[in-house]
């Protein structure tokens, strides 16, 4: 997985409320006989757990065909049948976050405001330091300035250097100083906090895609990760935020932050099905260390494990 550890017990922890929702009754199925109530039961479960319609329906038709030509039988093999169709579904996920050729690694970090998105910055690059590398912040979220402030108290917690404007400065001439600090300075990532603008508001999406073009100037294959932070309690509104920034921008990951404060973590599969984009981390509590990598096998085993 590279720079990220991931850890079993930490997503069972976080996992707690949504196995509530999901595993649990799911458990109460075995050695029942499956029938049409019972796979009524399997769709409202899914549907509780925030998988969403479509993939819900698609699990849902695939299920009842099966019942129907009797290669499901019993709850036990329903559940099987969904962990199968976990790991199918994510066996095809791009694990890895991106690192440049050539230092530095540039990662642009989006999302709307109250997503969590300036604390998801402070725990990547807490990760990444982690592993020994040196990191670069720019404070771009210069519409907000409790967003600068923020990241100012992490850069003297944790240690990091921090590029940062005043109080309404431009963003993306926050990010081409920033980008310029990088490349004197010879650091092995600069992580970029952007405004976190609502995805309605189409003036501010512009500016988002602004900011990507200034990288270029002086990095033209930057940035080499594009991470949208989506707030897992958000639940089908979250796939909405997701399509609307990309119309604006080349998305290539998504943060999943919150994952602990939620019963709906089936969000995540209908993030997969639903966006053509990975759930590559995921938050897990408030501390720097609360971050791990997407990993389906330990996911599918932290829904379904005993």
């Given amino acids: ?160 250097e921090l590029v940062k404007g005043h109080d309404g400065a431009d963003p993306a001439a926050v990010t081409y100083d920033a980008t310029e600090a990088a490349l004197a300075r010879g650091v092995d990532v600069l992580l970029v906090d952007t405004a976190g603008r609502m995805h309605t508001e189409q003036g501010l999406m512009r500016q988002l895609g602004k900011i990507q073009s200034v990288i270029r100037k002086l990095i033209p294959d930057a940035p080499h990760e594009v991470l949208l932070v989506l707030d897992a309690t958000q639940g089908q509104n979250a796939l909405a935020q997701a399509r609307a920034f990309q119309e604006t921008i080349d998305v290539t990951g998504i943060m999943l932050a919150k994952l602990d404060g939620t019963a709906r973590g089936g969000i995540v599969l209908a993030i997969h099905d639903g966006l053509d984009i990975p759930v590559k981390l995921v938050g897990l509590g408030e501390r720097p260390e609360d971050i791990e990598p997407f990993d389906p096998e330990a996911f599918t085993e932290a829904l379904f494990g005993e």
Avoid at 54 to 67: H, P, Q
């Fill in 1 to 160: 997985m590279g720079i990220f550890k991931s850890t079993l017990s930490a997503l069972r922890k976080g996992l707690g409320r949504t196995r509530d929702t999901m595993a649990a009754p799911l458990s109460l199925l075995r050695g029942r006989q499956l029938d049409d109530a019972t796979v009524d039961e399997i769709e409202s479960i899914l549907l509780r757990a925030d998988v969403g319609v479509s993939t819900t329906s698609s699990i849902v038709d695939g299920l009842r065909s099966a019942v129907k030509d009797g290669s499901l039988r019993r709850g036990e093999d329903a559940i099987e049948y969904l962990q199968k169709h976990l790991r199918d579904q994510f066996g095809r996920t791009d694990r890895g976050i991106a690192r440049a050729q050539q230092a530095p690694t540039v990662i642009l970090v989006a999302g709307v405001n109250g997503v969590g998105k300036t604390t998801s910055v402070a725990k990547i690059t807490w990760s990444l330091m982690q592993d020994g590398r040196k990191v670069l912040v720019a404070a771009a979220d210069t519409y907000r300035a409790a967003a600068v402030e923020q990241l100012g108290i992490w850069s003297e917690r944790l240690g990091f």
